[in-house]
C-alpha cells in the first residue's frame, strides 16, 4: 500500500484502505477521550477535591458540636452551679443601707486586733458595671502578727473587703510597724442604679 496512493479527502475517506480507516478512526476516539478527561473529568476531579477537603472540615465541626451536645446537661448544670455562686457572692455585697455597718465591723476588726487606728477615711465611692466600690484609706500601728490578725478578721467578715496598695513600714527603735493600705468594700447596684 503505498500512501501516495490514498485519496486523503475527507469526503472520500469510505475508499480509504481499512488499517488507514482503523488508525484514523483510534485517533479521533483518542482525542475524543483526551478532550472529555480535558475539559470534563479534571474540572469534576478538582471540584471533588474540595469538596473531600470541605467533607474534612464538616466532619470536624460536627464532631466538636457533637461533643459539646454530648455534654450539654453537665454545661447546663455548671452553669446553674455558676449561677447560684454569683448569687452567694452578690449576697456578700452589702447594700447601701449597710455600709455603714460595714464601716464599723472593719475599724472594731482592727481594734480588736490590737492595732491603734492613725488614719481611717472614707473615700468617694466609685461605680462599676454592676457593682460599686467604697474605698477606705487606713493607717494602722502594731505588731506584724497584729496585722496578720487584722487580716485575718477582714477576710472573716461576712462581706467582702479587699486590700491593696499595701505598705508596711517599721518604725524607729520598735517593734511596732505602720500599715498604710486602701481596702475596698464593695455594694451591688440594683436595677434602678442605686
Not at 482503523?22 to 475539559?39: H, R
Request: hydrophobic share 40%; aromatic share 10%.
Amino acid at each position: 500500500m503505498d500512501l501516495n496512493e490514498i485519496n486523503w479527502d475527507f469526503n472520500q475517506a469510505g475508499t480509504w484502505p481499512f488499517p488507514i480507516k482503523l488508525t484514523v478512526i483510534l485517533l479521533v476516539c483518542v482525542l475524543v477521550a483526551g478532550a472529555w478527561v480535558y475539559y470534563d473529568t479534571l474540572d469534576q476531579s478538582a471540584k471533588l477535591e474540595q469538596v473531600q477537603n470541605n467533607e474534612v472540615k464538616l466532619k470536624q465541626t460536627f464532631e466538636a458540636k457533637q461533643r459539646k451536645a454530648a455534654n450539654l446537661e453537665a454545661y447546663k448544670q455548671q452553669l446553674k452551679d455558676m449561677q447560684e455562686q454569683f448569687g452567694a457572692m452578690l449576697q456578700q455585697l452589702p447594700s447601701k443601707t449597710e455600709i455603714a455597718e460595714l464601716l464599723v465591723d472593719v475599724s472594731q476588726t482592727g481594734l480588736a486586733s490590737g492595732l491603734e487606728f492613725e488614719l481611717f477615711q472614707p473615700l468617694g465611692e466609685s461605680r462599676r458595671d454592676f457593682y460599686a466600690e467604697k474605698p477606705i484609706r487606713i493607717r494602722v500601728s502594731g505588731t506584724y502578727h497584729e496585722f496578720g490578725a487584722f487580716v485575718s478578721g477582714l477576710a472573716a467578715l461576712p462581706r467582702i473587703v479587699t486590700l491593696h496598695n499595701v505598705t508596711l513600714t517599721p518604725r524607729a527603735n520598735s517593734e511596732q510597724m505602720t500599715m498604710s493600705a486602701t481596702a475596698k468594700t464593695y455594694r451591688y447596684l440594683d436595677e434602678g442604679g442605686q
